[in-house]
């Protein structure tokens, strides 16, 4: 990973795995569809909701590496606004209030709809949602060196390891939605401690790249 300029690749895959035990808006939306339509509809959100996520991996990696390329200066700035975002996210999760089983009560009984427009759906939702956009341009950068030789393949190979991660998590959880939307319910402690454990990583992540000189 060193060759193509990608830091702390561990860290990473740390932190993404961290993400995705914690439930957000795209969670909620594959557990409604598992719990209103079956295995297949939540299975499909999930695959809906990553390729959202191939258009912000390319997105992120051709826009970062253009950036890079034209002024590094430029490309630290963004680095360092990222990382206090990521501080921020973190502290918004650590204070959080705990909403056990609201994210899906919300969206535990959407309305049914074919499997190709479930997909669709799903992914329209991830890609209009600012939030990730935000997130994929403040993440990415934290792991590839200001100097790194190959900036868009580095981005590109960091978003194919999200998407695959993310996917794999996605789909058990659709698959095992009914007993985790029925645990979550009674056990909103679990969530909580999830919301504090990456709320931390994000703000040692913040933090990091504060004192990071790459």
């Keep these: ?26 969670t909620a939306y594959i557990i409604g569809r598992s719990v209103a339509q079956g295995r297949a509809a939540g299975v499909v959100s999930a695959l809906g909701i990553s390729f959202g996520c191939v258009f912000h991996t390319l997105a992120s990696a051709f826009g970062l590496s253009a950036l890079l390329a034209a002024s590094v200066t430029a490309f630290m700035a963004i680095k360092l606004a990222g ?17 056990a089983g609201a ?52 981005f590109l190979v960091l978003g194919v390891v999200f998407i ?11 698959l095992a939605a009914g007993t985790l939307a029925a645990r979550a319910g009674r056990k909103p402690q679990l969530k909580r401690w999830a919301e504090r454990i990456v709320g931390g990583a994000f703000v040692a992540l913040g ?3 504060a004192l990071s000189k790459n």
């Design 83 to 99: 990382g206090v975002y990521l501080i921020y996210l973190g502290v918004k999760l650590i204070r959080q209030k705990s909403r």
């Design 164 to 174: 695959a991660m993310s996917t794999l998590w996605n789909s058990f959880t659709a």
């Design 103 to 154: 994210d899906v009560a919300d969206a535990g009984r959407p309305p049914p709809l074919s499997l190709p427009a479930i997909f669709w759906q799903a992914a329209l939702t991830n890609v209009m949602n600012p939030k990730v956009i935000l997130f994929f341009l403040s993440f990415f950068p934290q792991f590839v060196a200001h100097d790194a030789p190959r900036q868009t393949l580095a």
């Design 1 to 26: 990973m060193h060759v193509l300029g990608i830091t702390d690749f561990g860290l990473f895959c740390l932190a993404v795995f961290l993400l995705n035990l914690t439930p957000g808006p795209d």
């Design 207 to 209: 933090l990091r790249l």
